[in-house]
């Protein structure tokens, strides 16, 4: 890790100006505040990020809200504020991507996925999407294990000189009667400790007005109706605490959450049915912790340990239907142990070990035991060449059952990745990367009532991509920077575990039957310019063409058919413009035509959709407090739309914060 | 350049794929390899897609005989001005008089069309609606959830009365556990009691109705998770249960008068023959099972006619000339009561579309033709 070392000079002789005394660690973790030095050539496959004014003014109100501008990305959104959004990369399925909070993954063992709806941006500070995985070998095991990943970082204090408290509170309110007050209080307990906590409390109603409307093929109107949305609200509060210390070589960091909500699941508009009745409460909790130190020069070490403990209840109140009243709990222990090994100034290795424990009960007493065990090296040749590779042994001890005896897994999975740069005055880089990985059956596949089947296989997913990275700063007067990057891949699952029927009435199996066979190129560019008088306009594209085909059976009428919900394009295009302490974010997203079932035939057809958001914000100094005032309008031009057959999307609405920082 | 590369790009994808419209579902229509015939009578035949819960696409196509055409789903268009079409959940269809009842299950309502043309009459709600039979002038429902009851783990099912006329409810009564189909008989209805939503603690019963009074006067305790019921012209009942899919399996049983000057009806027989779905013509029931096999993770199904008089399985493999093969999950059928052909529909995976096949008297496949998802049930349209 020689950049890290020198970068890491680099920010400390730059830091000693700026805020408290750090180690050498924690000023390389800041990186991101001396960007131009930061960002050269450091990651073999760099992320894509979100990170600080940038994401504060993307109409985003949720993770799930800012992911959408990523390029590879598809969201499946049900709509509203409590409405949940999972998240899939490459159209490899949510199961495949692992989603870290501060760097530890966040886990479903029940069905592997995580509602990002859930997770408010209040907190959050930066967001990274990386394909394949982290491009550092020091990490644990675990984030060695998903074909994708996405890193949520929480907000990190800073203090300015002299000041050991900051404070920030906010409100923001807008469309479907939202109300949400948060404080974020900050405080320095010595050069060496700081603590944050942050308390947030999300209410809305979650109605709002939706249209469906058709025509016939004369251009006659058929029907146009306009109803609102119920059973979407939403009450929730996200509770969050952290102590973090700075050591000579190394740090520390205890992070202490806790989510509570209630909220109603608004359900498919059909015919006949426009309210439903089923309710969800929700108690996500966990304490987690990392401690990393420098042992010797060459020589580092970090140990993750993380508890977490969550409570679903779920209730189906509609008094045509079947009552269903249930409460599942989930806990997890996790530990990790990561340690990296500099061998020459230019080659280091790496091993880790990861344990984690899962519980499940309600429909069914589960538990499950899993082992990672990575190795990992990298190397650079010449400043120039840069390999990474990485295996990663997986052993799943199944709980012993009685009834259904579900077989131990163990599996290898291998990575490399690989960029080079072939002219040391141009910033051209290409890259490369394989990378092999695996799902694991969730417990609801493997136990679920009737449904799940002990015998299921991993999923697997194998990765081929291949890219050029461009990045440019002229330092001209008005052209300040110009970045572009384009990726090729091709992504093959197998023993895709999908729900066959059997018997009669509605009644499933899951099997490994699926094959897709996936095909795609991201493609990324962004530029900032500096335009007269005090104005600065960036502007960033992303588009996404996937052609994502179901291979599993020549026999199958929708063999070779595009799987449901992935669009052949996508795309998004943000422009943001800056004057003095005012500021404009415009974006655009575009979602192409796509299929709501598996056969491509036109009564499964689903229109593409795009809508525009606008916002505006200010700041302001008064004495010593920071004022900021922002509006945002999303769906401007008030499309009507469904990303989720069934689940109308709002029409224009709008958002309004205010927030002050002493 | 880049930037002008992408520009343009830009620009193209959006010319190309901007939001249109949204039309009214098409209907469709396709030749079937028949001979046109326009003295035909069945006329043609309803068949209801059930659609996947929430996806809204219950749909009917309808086979024409004397045409030699497939159209298929034709609701949208002949009724454009309904919203959000014919509903979620398809569940049984049927035609007295001159109308067509269509019970779509997850929209509570049966839709009432009128049976030559498709057009809708009318709707009438009845909350998670299943079977539908008729007796003088009266349509008769059976729902698994009746009156809101007090205890919410304990939601007796109901069968309303509904006046073909006018279109209204004019009566309900409490039957046992989410009741499936029904049968009427002398003045009474028979209803097999499911219990599905009750597992493992099935319902195991048909209740006997008095139609006039609409009221429950019976409980015939019968087998766990009862589900078709079918009469026979000799006046017995045949009856399938689903079991619990575990240990008990599916079974066929008879039910007859207990003597010539009763009215009460007996279990008689229990044939040692899983059945799905059943279909009686003449002396002749057709019938077909599944059963999931654990070990070869296949489902394991048998195509079968059992002589109602007898009680006699005639053959496992009415259809007799491989094509059986063909078919992933049979979900419907039917005979035609003029030429004895035999029409079972395949529901595939259940979220794609499904397959209505045609097979002769011998057993012989004569067409196949792509349905909408999950087509269940069907109904002859007869001359007069």
Partial sequence: ?662 | MMNRFIYILVIATLLYSCRKDELVVPTEYEILPMEINSDTDPVGMYVLNEGNMGSNKASIDFVDFRNAYYVRNLYAERNPNIIKELGDVGNDIQIYGSKLYAVINCSHKVEVMDARTGERLGQVDVPNCRYIRFHRGKAYVSAYVGPVAIDPDAQLGAVYRIDTTSLQVTGKVTVGYQPDELEIMGEYIYVANSGGYRVPNYDYTISVVEMYAMKQVQKIPVGINLHRLRKDKYGKLWVSSRGDYKTIPSRLFVLARKNQNSNEMVVTDTLDIPCSNMCIQGDSLYFYSTEWNEQSEENAISYGIINVKTKELITSHFITDGTEKDITIPYGLKINPENGDIYVTDAKNYVSSGVVHCYNRNGKRKWSVRAGDIPAHMVFLFKN
């Fill in chain 1, 1 to 662: 890790m020689f950049y890290v070392k020198h970068l890491g000079i680099v920010v400390l002789l730059l830091a000693v100006t700026n805020v408290f005394s750090q180690s050498r660690l924690d000023s390389v973790q800041r990186l991101n505040e001396i960007v131009v030095i930061a960002k050269r050539y450091k990651e073999i496959i760099p992320a894509q990020t979100l990170k600080g004014a940038e994401l504060e003014q993307l109409n985003s109100f949720s993770v799930a809200d800012a992911i959408r501008f990523f390029s590879g990305v598809q969201i499946k959104d049900y709509g509203g504020v409590g409405g949940i959004k999972t998240v899939n990369i490459r159209s490899m399925g949510t199961n495949h991507m692992g989603v870290f909070y501060n760097g530890i993954q966040l886990g479903n063992a029940q069905n592997g996925q995580i509602d990002l709806g859930k997770f408010s941006l209040e907190n959050v500070e930066e967001i990274s999407l990386y394909n394949g995985q982290k491009s550092e070998i020091f990490q644990s095991a675990k984030e060695f294990g998903s074909a994708g990943s996405i890193y949520l970082t929480t907000k990190r204090p800073r203090f300015e000189k002299g000041k050991d408290t900051n404070v920030k509170a906010s409100m923001r309110t807008g469309s479907f009667g939202l109300f949400n007050p948060s404080v974020l209080y900050e405080y320095k307990i010595s050069e060496k400790i700081n603590t944050t906590f942050n308390v947030e409390w999300i209410n809305a109603n979650g109605k709002y007005k939706f249209r469906y409307r058709r025509v016939t093929p004369s251009g006659e109107l058929a029907y146009d109706t306009t109803a609102t949305r119920q059973n979407g609200d939403i009450d929730a509060v996200r509770m969050e605490g952290s102590l973090n210390g700075y050591l000579e070589s190394g740090m520390w960091k205890v992070h202490v959450y806790h989510y509570a909500s209630e909220r109603g699941i608004p359900g498919a508009i059909v015919n006949n049915v426009w309210r439903r009745g089923e309710r969800l409460w929700d108690n996500n909790s966990f304490v987690q912790g990392v401690y990393q130190q420098d042992l010797t020069p060459n020589f580092s070490s970090k140990v993750n340990v993380k508890y977490a403990a969550d409570v679903t209840h779920y209730i189906n109140n509609d008094d045509k239907l079947i009552h269903v009243d249930n409460i599942y709990k989930q806990k997890e222990a996790y530990f990790s142990w990561a340690n990296k090994y500099a061998l020459r100034r230019n080659w280091d290795v790496s091993m880790a070990y990861d344990f984690q424990w899962n519980g499940l009960s309600e429909f069914v007493d589960v538990s499950r035991v899993t082992h990672w065990l990575s190795a990992a090296t990298a190397f650079t040749v010449a400043d120039q060449l840069k390999i990474q590779a990485s295996i990663l042994e997986t052993l799943v001890n199944e709980e012993d059952r009685q009834r259904d005896d579900v077989p131990n897994k163990q599996v290898f999975t291998p990575a490399v990745f690989m960029s080079y740069q072939p002219f040391k005055k141009h910033e051209i880089v290409f890259r490369t990367f394989y990378k092999k990985s695996f799902r694991m059956p969730t417990f609801n596949d493997l136990y679920y009532t009737d449904m799940g089947n002990a015998f299921l296989r991993p999923e697997y997913a194998e990765q081929y991509n291949i890219g050029v990275l461009y990045d440019t700063n002229p330092q001209k007067q008005w052209f300040e920077s110009f970045h572009f990057g384009v990726d090729a891949y091709y992504n093959y699952v197998k023993d895709k575990i999908v729900a066959y029927p059997k018997g009669q009435q509605f009644r499933w199996t899951m099997l490994n039957l699926g094959e897709v066979d996936i095909r795609g190129v991201d493609l990324t560019t962004m530029a900032t310019f500096l335009l007269p008088k005090d104005l600065k306009l960036t502007g960033k594209l992303q588009y996404t063409y996937q052609e994502a085909i179901d291979i599993t059976n020549h026999a199958d009428t929708y063999y070779r058919h595009q799987i449901p919900y992935i669009p052949w394009h996508s795309g998004s295009a943000i422009a943001m413009l800056a004057w003095r302490n005012w500021s404009m974010n415009y974006s655009f997203i575009y979602v192409g035509e796509r299929y709501n079932q598996q056969e491509n035939i036109r009564y499964n057809y689903t229109q593409p959709w795009y809508t525009s958001d606008v916002s505006f914000s200010k700041q302001m100094k008064l004495n010593s407090l920071l004022l900021k005032f922002s509006a945002e309008i999303n769906n401007l031009l008030s499309q009507d739309y469904d990303v989720i057959l069934n689940y109308p999307m709002p029409k224009r609405n709008y958002r309004f914060l205010v927030s002050i920082e002493i």
